[in-house]
């Protein structure tokens, strides 16, 4: 646990009045979040709302009209170390020829250093690592061979041997069968076990309960962030989703009446 000066857990992500405009449209609005350290996060809202844009603007990725982020109490540039992306499915054009094992095997060049190369106990981790996504058969594979929802796989054994403490993923759960989402979502609390944070772009309402213990629901604005008892609520979503609300049916544990079939 990373401490501030005066001695209280800094917050792992703190984002203050942050705006983002690409060309003159703001897509960020004045927005306040603080991520604590530890937690799984899910961040939702409709499509365009911003959610990729934030997480790009953590990582200074995008560039920030007005506002201010820290990571683990200082600037994303001195913490960089400590944080893991994983972009979204489909999102990275592998053109040169690199193995599974070998982007897996990335992710232990932070702690090796740069003389070091990955030995035998790195080879075990990742491979480990593989079999934990279910992607232990491919690792010989050239990664550009693999669908968009196996790249993502690799990508999350890749977190698990990185020393990151913070991960912050991109739709993780996109397009993936009903064994891999479980899959994930065991990896989401091994890292979450080892007091690592979890930060997921979530499109999937009705996981949000399940899977994570905060939420920020986003629309330009942040319509509201905290933990998932207290701001998934459907008053928030409708906030945040407009009139188009009968997928909302059930999705918060209360039921929504009169948008039943
Ligand atoms: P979300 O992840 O919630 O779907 P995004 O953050 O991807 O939303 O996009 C927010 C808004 O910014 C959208 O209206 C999108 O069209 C726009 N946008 C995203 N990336 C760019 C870009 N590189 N240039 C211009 N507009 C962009």
Redesign the pocket.
């Known amino acids: 646990m990373i401490r501030s000066e005066s001695g209280a857990p800094a917050p792992a992500i703190e984002v203050n009045d942050l705006t983002v405009a690409?060309?003159e449209?703001p897509?960020l609005w004045d927005i306040d979040l603080t991520i604590r350290q530890g937690s799984l996060t899910a961040i939702v809202?409709?499509?365009?709302?911003?959610?990729?844009?934030?997480i790009?603007a953590v990582l200074e990725l995008?560039p920030r009209a007005a506002g201010r982020v820290e990571v683990l109490g200082r600037p994303y540039r001195e913490a960089r170390g400590e944080v893991a992306y994983v972009p979204q499915r489909g999102s990275v054009d592998w053109d040169f020829p690199t193995s599974v094992l070998d982007v897996v095997l990335m992710g232990t060049y932070g702690r090796l250093g740069w003389i070091r190369r990955p030995g035998r106990r790195e080879r075990r981790e990742a491979m480990e690592a593989l079999e934990k996504v279910g992607m232990e058969a491919f690792a010989d594979r050239q990664i550009s061979q693999l669908s968009g929802g196996q790249q993502q796989r690799v990508f999350l054994a890749r977190a698990l041997v990185q020393e990151a403490r913070i991960h912050l993923m991109d739709e993780p759960f996109q397009g993936v069968d009903a064994r891999t989402e479980k899959a994930i979502v065991e990896v989401l609390r091994e890292l979450r076990a080892r007091g690592d944070t979890v930060v997921c772009?979530h499109h999937a309402l009705q996981t949000v309960r399940e899977y994570f213990d905060e939420v920020a629901i986003?629309n330009v604005r942040m319509i509201a962030a905290g933990p998932v008892d207290e701001a998934f609520t459907e008053q928030n979503l409708r906030l945040a989703y407009g009139g188009r609300v009968p997928f909302l049916q059930g999705v918060t544990g209360f039921e929504v009446p009169g948008d039943g079939p």
């Open positions: 690409y060309g449209q897509v809202g409709p499509n365009g709302a911003g959610k990729t844009t934030l790009k995008v772009v986003l």
